[in-house]
């Protein structure tokens, strides 16, 4: 099985910065689409931001111009910079892929996730 593994979070003051890192390991064949959820307390779980295979990046309405998702496809890596943060930004954030396990073989996999906390 493909595995996520997170790393980055933490306890940050508001307009500071964090960076999310999360790679990818396990039998792989292509990672396709890559992306960043996070989840609230009490709340359901919510797309951050997506980045496709060539780099393409797409991004929630209240992260835009904060967030910055990128990839390093040899290293199977995706990114989250985080800058201005906010304390509504404070949830678990999920790393996600859509990974081609081989040539018949697809499937979509999550991180364990990591806790983001945004307070003063």
């Known amino acids: 099985q493909v595995q996520l593994v997170e790393s980055g979070g933490g306890l940050v003051q508001p307009g500071g910065s964090l960076r999310l890192s999360c790679a990818a390991s396990?039998?792989?064949?292509?990672?396709?689409?890559m992306a960043w959820y996070r989840q609230a307390p009490g709340t359901q779980r919510e797309l951050v931001a997506s980045?496709?295979?060539?780099?393409?990046?797409s991004y929630a309405d209240f992260v835009k111009g904060r967030f910055t998702i990128s990839r390093d496809n040899a290293k199977k890596m995706v990114y989250l910079q985080m800058d201005n943060l906010k304390p509504e930004d404070t949830a678990v954030y999920y790393c996600?892929?859509?990974?081609?396990?081989?040539?018949?073989?697809?499937?979509?996999?999550w991180g364990q996730g990591t806790q983001v906390t945004v307070s003063s």
């Open positions: 396990g039998t792989i064949f292509r990672i396709d689409a």
């Open positions: 996600n892929a859509n990974v081609k396990i081989t040539l018949l073989h697809r499937g979509d996999f």
């Open positions: 980045i496709t295979s060539s780099g393409s990046a």
